[in-house]
């Protein structure tokens, strides 16, 4: 292994563990008010959409910023990010959907798994597509091209 590939793939890794403390942190507050406000009687689906929005600023700010170190325009990544819950968001309502309302199984055990999930399928919607920078030979950062991140 080449000096630069050590470097990127510890970079990786660190991303990678910071995005799961900004996951964690906010993930757990927001599974806390979750529990919470539907013990207090909202409905499970209104709960987890609410939840999500706020999320999604929270997660913005610290993904941006810590986890991918991103330097470009906000008002792009902004969009892009949003696009990105939104899938994010329609697959743990089809999680929901499905295990809770299909299946039977409990709501709260279905989303905390499907933050997990949706989790790790954000991870790489942010790394490629998001925050999808990277660094060339030189040490540079670059935009990287779809065609580019598939070689």
């Known amino acids: 292994m080449t000096r630069h590939t050590i470097r990127l793939r510890k970079k990786q890794i660190l991303q990678l563990i910071r995005y799961g403390l900004v996951g964690i ?28 929005m706020v999320g999604i600023v929270i997660g913005f700010l610290g993904n941006k ?8 325009g906000l008002e792009k990544a902004g969009y892009k990010y949003v696009f990105s819950h939104l899938f994010g968001y329609l697959l743990n309502l089809s999680i929901l959907l499905f295990f809770v ?11 905390a798994i499907a933050i997990l999930i949706v989790g790790f399928f954000l991870f ?28």
């Open 25 to 52: 942190s906010s993930n757990l507050g927001g599974y806390a008010v979750f529990l919470l406000i539907t013990a207090l009687g909202l409905h499970y689906k209104l709960a987890m959409t609410l939840l999500y």
């Open 65 to 72: 910023k810590w986890v991918f170190s991103y330097q470009g």
């Open 101 to 111: 309302d299909f299946m039977g199984y409990s709501y709260r055990i279905v989303q």
């Open 124 to 151: 790489f919607l942010y790394k490629f597509f998001v925050f999808g920078d990277r660094e060339d030979s030189s040490g540079s950062r670059k935009k990287q091209t779809l065609s580019q991140r598939g070689k």
